[in-house]
């Protein structure tokens, strides 16, 4: 039961992950606009004179973009796409990377207290995420809350290790091409005895590259060779260093 509920909140994470990335200029692998957009709330609907909250408002726009190409412009509300309501930053996103590029669709938006209507052409292929300019820190955006993330650790018994991969930013910052992360070395066990820490990147065990958790695994599984000492290169502090472990103690 506790591996099913934890199989449901990850894919429950990854849902909501995948729909808070659409909100911003839009999907990589489906249609995009360029647009960033935010919900509007009671005060901000006043200010824009919309007379209740509805739709969503563009808080930034690409440059070169299909929106920009169709006139659209920040503090433009977006209030229907294809003559569906749109009623959140969230809905819009999944809309528009659910588009098929190339597709023209119609928007119905807000500006300077009139409707308007636009056709847009909506890109595809990879969306751009930034415009060369410094980043900006919207003060609206504080208010929404940040969704936690679920981070798979691995327990390795044999070394009695806590591990994890590491992707290329990661990677670069420790100094390696690739490796698993020790997030945790258990006291007395077989790891902390050979000098393992937590920081410490694994590189390779004997002539076995170690590049993910399973790896490690699966070396250590098929390993026929029971008798003979277990040469585990690590780097610590973008060092390379090697340690050995003795399989008769």
């Known amino acids: 039961m506790r591996r099913l509920r934890f199989i449901v909140l990850c894919l ?28 509007i709330d009671a005060d901000r609907a006043s200010a824009l004179k919309l007379g209740e909250p509805r739709g969503v408002e563009i808080r930034a726009v690409q440059p070169g973009s299909p929106a920009e190409k169709a006139g659209l412009r920040q503090g433009d509300v977006v209030l229907s796409y294809n003559g569906q309501e749109i009623l959140s930053a969230i809905q819009f996103g999944w809309l528009v990377s659910e588009t098929s590029p190339g597709s023209k669709v119609k928007l119905q938006y807000w500006r300077d207290g009139k409707a308007h209507t636009a056709q847009v052409t909506v890109g595809g292929g990879e969306a751009k995420t930034a415009d060369g300019g410094a980043p900006v820190l919207e003060e609206r955006a504080l208010g929404v809350p940040d969704f936690p993330r679920i981070l798979t650790v691995w ?38 005895r050979a000098g393992l820490k937590a920081g410490d990147v694994i590189t390779s065990v004997d002539t076995r590259e170690i590049a993910a958790p399973k790896d490690l695994i699966s070396y250590l599984r098929m390993r026929n060779e029971p008798n003979k000492s277990l040469v585990i290169r690590i780097v610590r502090e973008r060092k390379p260093k090697t340690l050995t472990i003795s399989l008769q103690e």
């Open 12 to 39: 429950l994470t990854l849902l909501v992950a995948g729909l808070l990335a659409a909100q911003e200029y839009g999907s990589p692998s489906g249609g995009y606009l360029g647009v960033r957009v935010m919900n």
């Open 155 to 192: 327990d390795n018994l044999a070394l009695g290790i806590e591990c994890e991969p590491i992707d290329s930013q990661l990677a670069e910052f420790f100094g390696v091409q690739s490796g698993i992360l020790i997030r945790h070395v258990a006291k007395g066990m077989v790891g902390d």
